[in-house]
């Protein structure tokens, strides 16, 4: 079982920047990063392939997030910059031990972390 666990969550104004951490229990070959709107399903916004470090990102996101690891490749952090109120939601970090080299969904990942609030006000 892979532990995880977030960091980083907060309330921000719009434009502003947050950067959230998630530490896992072991190395995993894929990480991703996940949000939850109220009422609305969890979404996949980023992922990495710690083998290659390539990176996936959701079409709202790109340009302004960035997901990265340490050396170790067991912690995966989510620089958000350029906020906006649809950013609000709770953050989930993923892993798995298979091969992820596409953006994260849902039924791709078998761990999961508590999730850590994210709100952006106008």
């Known amino acids: 079982q892979v532990q995880l666990v977030e960091s980083g969550g907060g309330s921000v104004q719009a434009g502003g920047s947050l950067r959230l951490s998630c530490v896992a229990s072991?190395?995993?070959?894929?990480m991703g990063w996940f949000r939850q709107a109220p009422g609305k399903e969890r979404e996949g916004v980023a992922g990495i392939y710690s083998v290659t470090g390539s990176t996936y990102y959701a079409d709202s996101v790109k340009g302004r997030f960035t997901i990265s690891q340490d050396n170790a490749k067991t912690t995966v952090y989510l620089q958000m910059n350029s906020l906006k109120p649809e950013d609000t939601g709770m953050y989930y970090c993923?892993?798995?031990?298979?091969?992820?080299?596409?953006?994260?969904?849902?039924?791709?990942?078998?761990?999961w972390g508590q999730g850590t609030q994210v709100t952006v006000s106008s």
């Open positions: 993923a892993a798995d031990r298979r091969g992820r080299w596409w953006l994260p969904r849902v039924q791709d990942y078998n761990y």
């Open positions: 072991e190395y995993t070959l894929s």
